[in-house]
């Protein structure tokens, strides 16, 4: 059965930082391209980060550069989100996503993502 579990939301002034988990289970992590993507109320789910299978290729959204954080460790089964510098507009549910993603251009689109957790609140307060 496979589990993506999202731990580490929550409450934030601005400015703060907050570290998001994805802990993986069911299928084999290192074969996985991981990613994390937020959803606003009434938005679409957007892409925020995303990081290869060896860790040697990352993207973030504009958005996010300089702040935010991704990394893996495939020996742990878990995926990271480092987030710094918070801003309101960051509040929103994060989703971590894992996938096969075979071409770079494509990386930031939900549809490359072949499982997802159920996402978890990060709400920053201005």
């Known amino acids: 059965q496979v589990q993506l579990v999202e731990s580490g939301g929550g409450l934030v002034q601005a400015g703060g930082s907050l570290r998001l988990s994805c802990e993986a289970s069911?299928?084999?992590?290192?074969?996985?391209?991981m990613a994390w993507f937020r959803q606003a109320p009434g938005k679409e789910r957007d892409f925020v980060a995303g990081?290869?299978?060896?860790?040697?290729?990352?993207q973030y959204a504009e958005s996010v550069k300089g702040r935010f954080t991704i990394s893996r460790d495939n020996g742990k089964n878990t995926a990271w989100l480092q987030m710094n510098s918070l801003k309101a507009e960051d509040t929103a549910v994060y989703h971590c996503?894992?996938?096969?993603?075979?071409?770079?251009?494509?990386?930031?689109?939900?549809?490359?993502?072949?499982?997802w957790g159920q996402g978890i609140q990060v709400t920053v307060s201005s």
């Open positions: 996503a894992a996938g096969v993603v075979l071409n770079v251009g494509t990386r930031a689109r939900p549809s490359e993502y072949h499982y």
């Open positions: 069911g299928f084999t992590f290192d074969m996985y391209d």
């Open positions: 990081i290869g299978r060896s860790s040697k290729f990352i």
